[in-house]
Structure formats: C-alpha cells, structure tokens
C-alpha cells in the first residue's frame, strides 16, 4: 500500500510504499480498515516534527492521529488513533473499534475529518475540564483558526449568553459575527472582556499574558470566579504570569487536551460532536488534496483544514 511516511523530524513526509497492515489473529480490538479522509491538524504536524509533548523519537512512522475510516463490513467509522506508528495517512491503518464511532452512511467523510479534532477542543473543554453552565459569558482567545471559529459556535450551542471573540486579524475578526460572536476584539483590547466567566484560550504566550493581566484589572467583580482553558499555544509554549494576578482574583487556570481529559471523556463525547458536524450545526472550512501531494502540501498556509484523501 501506500502512506506518507516520515523519517526524521526535520523532513515532511514522504509519499511512499509502506508494508500493509495485518491485524493480530483472535484480536477482536484490533481492525484493519481503508481509510476515507484524514485532517493534517497541529497535532499531526508537531508529532510529525518533534514538538509535541507526545513526539518519540521511532522512525519511519506514518502519522496521522484520526480519521474517517471503512472497516471490512462498509461501515463508516471516525477514529481517534492512540499512539502508533502507524496513523491515518496510508491507505489503510489498524484501528481498535472501541475507539471509534459509527458514522451514517450518507456522511462527507472529509467534512467530518476536518471538523473532528479542531471542534473537540472547546467541545470537551466545556463538558470536562469545568462546570460549563448556561447563561455564563465566554472569550475565545485566539478566535479565527478552525478551533476558535468552532469554539465560538460550541460556547453558542451550549448556551453562553455572550461569546467574546479575540484575534488579531480584524477581517477574519468580523466575520465571527456571523458565526454566532456577540462581539469581537483584538488582543490589545481583551481588557472589553474583563466580565467574561470562561476563557477558552488558543494562543497563550504574550497575547495571553497581556489580556490576563488586562481583564483582571479591569474586573468589577474579582471575587467571580474565572475559568482560564488552556487549550493551544499557538503564539508561544511558555508565558509570564504575574503572581498577583492569582491572588487579586479568582482566577483559575486549567488545561484541556490529552492527558488532561482521559481517552474515555474525550470518546464519550465523540457521537455527539460528529452528529453536530453531520448535521450542519458548526461551519467547516474544509479542502481534500490528494496524499500522493503530501510533500508539497505538508506546510501550505490556508484558512481551510487541509484533508488528505489517499
Ligand atoms: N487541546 C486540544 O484539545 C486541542 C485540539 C485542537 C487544537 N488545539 C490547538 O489549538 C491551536 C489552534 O488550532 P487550530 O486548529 O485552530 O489552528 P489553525 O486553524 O491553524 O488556526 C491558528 C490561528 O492562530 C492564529 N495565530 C497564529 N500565530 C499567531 C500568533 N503568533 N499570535 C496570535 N495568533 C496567532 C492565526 O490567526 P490569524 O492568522 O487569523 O491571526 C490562525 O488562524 C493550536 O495550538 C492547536 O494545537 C488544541
């Protein structure tokens, strides 16, 4: 079969001939499938370069962490893959079905795999790492990637009573409108969300700081509890965080991602994340290239979700 297959961690992969896959015998959780369509999210690219928490060093492996997939009944699944070397972008990969979900049959299988990673993280964050309750007031911090411009509508559909959306990029800044925000703002103006309840936080580093430090001076209420989710670090892995800023509030930081949530919080919410893809409710920006281009297309810079479909 073909995969793209990376070698070491300062090359992109390659599109290259790769041994098939055999699932062991009388291994009911183990199951060799076709994959359909797989997303190149930051998980993929910094496992595949290095810089991931969950990076290891074992060479030559296929990445990819999830999926839409075909098992060997035609069943549609989406899978979330544990730690292999062995991932989505081949032509077939192994699977456990247990962690997977049975999609319908009328499903786009590139639709649901762009969507599935960047809509799980505000997704499980709000269902898992806090006490989400309706009526609060949200920030996305770091709002117009695919994960901010999901997290937006998913504050929205769980009932926030006000989504703050904070970027840097004031275009894409205003087209969050549409998609649900109630207002948006730039980083250096995240003081205007002072009165936020939860933070849904993509980019840490200084925009991160900045706005911590600016809301927190700004807020009427300190004794209010405030939820910081760490959920991405986009502009930066470490930031400065002033110690009384701790102590002058309520201010809580926590994180969401694996580790964080167990492999079994982040599949029980799986089906439902997936029927609200299937059904529309979160807008996807998606584009399906084929995984022979995988080279060539390893660092494009697009606003859509790249999906290689072998
Ligand atoms: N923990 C989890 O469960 C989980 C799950 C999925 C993703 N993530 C993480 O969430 C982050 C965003 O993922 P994504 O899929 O939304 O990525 P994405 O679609 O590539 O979007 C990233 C956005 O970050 C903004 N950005 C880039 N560099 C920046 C900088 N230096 N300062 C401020 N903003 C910057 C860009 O906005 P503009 O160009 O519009 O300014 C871009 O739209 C990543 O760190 C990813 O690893 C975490």
Request: glycine share 8%; with cysteine.
């Amino acid at each position: 079969m073909h995969a793209a297959v990376v070698t070491s961690f300062d090359t992109p992969p390659r599109y290259a001939e790769y041994p098939a896959p055999v699932a062991a015998e009388e291994n009911e959780n183990e199951m060799v499938v076709d994959v359909l369509a797989a997303g190149l999210h930051h998980l993929v690219r910094a496992r595949a370069n290095g810089t991931h928490y969950s990076s290891t060093e074992t060479f030559p492996f296929v990445p990819g962490v999830d999926g839409v997939v075909r098992d060997q009944h035609g069943t549609l699944r989406y899978v979330a893959l544990d730690d292999t070397v062995l991932g989505t972008f081949a032509d077939q990969t192994v699977i456990d079905p247990r962690r997977s979900v049975v999609l319908p049959d009328d499903i786009d299988p590139v639709r649901i795999a762009a969507a599935m990673n960047p809509a799980m993280s505000s997704w499980v964050a709000l269902r898992r790492r806090i006490a989400f309750q309706k009526g609060q007031r949200v920030l996305v911090l770091g709002a117009t990637g695919s994960a901010g411009r999901m997290a937006v509508q998913i504050a929205k559909q769980f009932g926030a009573s006000s989504v703050i959306a904070a970027g840097r990029n004031t275009s894409r800044l205003a087209a969050l409108h549409e998609l649900g925000a109630d207002e948006t703002v730039t980083f250096d103006l995240a003081h205007r969300a002072a009165d936020v309840d939860v933070v849904l936080d993509y980019v840490w580093g200084e925009p991160s700081a900045q706005a911590m430090a600016a809301m927190i001076s700004a807020r009427r209420d300190r004794g209010a509890p405030l939820d910081w989710i760490q959920i991405g670090s986009i502009a930066g892995q470490t930031m400065p965080l002033q110690s009384a800023l701790l102590r002058a509030s309520q201010l809580q930081i926590c994180g969401s991602g694996i580790g964080s949530v167990s492999p079994r919080g982040f599949l029980a919410e799986l089906p439902e994340i997936a029927a609200a893809v299937h059904a529309g409710t979160i807008d996807v920006q998606a584009r399906a290239l084929p995984l022979a281009q995988i080279s060539e297309t390893w660092s494009a810079e697009t606003d859509d979700r790249i999906v290689y479909v072998p």
